[in-house]
């Protein structure tokens, strides 16, 4: 009963969460924390508590109350459901790397970069930490110099951020919480906002003006790629392109580190596992 008690609380704290976001505001630093920990700390919570239940078994008591089979049983499905939800998407992570790493290598500009056949215009990271420049014959044919440099700068902002590796992991929790409120509301807006962070690193070394007129391009003809461990230029449409244009044409705003009383808060989710030592 206990047990139960305790996955009811989670998930009922988890909704209440998710149910809180709105329409977000503020400097695109502000956006990242807050739309990071609406969209982590409730799974995160449930999985810990998931791991508690699962660590104190099926017999004894809590809080004078006896546990039972059906909270465990429960539990292990949840964390089953969430192991293979992991084998999927790194099934899929891994298909996309191979097809990368198919295309052929070559030098551009003392770096080496793989080569997509296609006469659209797409570049972005593919990998997982150390994901590898795939660009196509479209975008070298069509770009100019500058223009190209400026994609190159993009790039290399998803490469310092390392966004392949920590949104391959930020797209399974959103599989895993599909069915919690504001899931692909916030799933969005963290894709923008690592667009928009992207945008900053390259902006800080390129023309923003010139790195504008290369979204516009690439954009408007960017083949539709698989997004698990790729972080291209032109996946932006709509609203987060316009986000991003407005974004390069107003002047930058002071960069931030991240500050560790931002991340305290993730501790929170940890404390199901607290109830372990309560359990006899």
Known sequence: MMHLMM??????????????????????????????????????QIFMTAIAVLCMGTQGKMG???TGLVSYELALICLVFFAILCIKLGFQGWQSVKSARDCPQMDLGGKQVRLLPTGAMFAGQMGFWQPELVISQGLLQTLSPVHLESVLAHEQGHYHYRDTFWFFWLGWVRSCTAWLPNTESLWEELLVLRELRADSYAASQVDPLVLAESLLLVV??????????????????????????????????????????????????????ITVIFHT
């Open 220 to 273: 408007s003809s960017s083949p539709v790629l698989s997004e698990v461990c790729c972080a291209a230029l032109g996946t932006s449409s709509g609203d987060r392109l316009e986000q991003r244009i407005e974004a390069l044409l107003t002047p930058p705003e002071p960069t931030s580190e991240a500050q560790l009383h931002s991340w305290t808060g993730f501790l929170l989710a940890f404390l199901p596992l």
């Open 64 to 66: 004078g109350m006896y």
């Open 7 to 44: 996955i009811l609380i989670a998930v009922t704290v988890a909704w209440g969460l998710r149910s809180s976001w709105s329409t977000p505001t503020g400097s695109w630093h502000l956006r990242w924390r807050r739309s990071l920990f609406l969209f982590l700390f409730p799974p995160l």
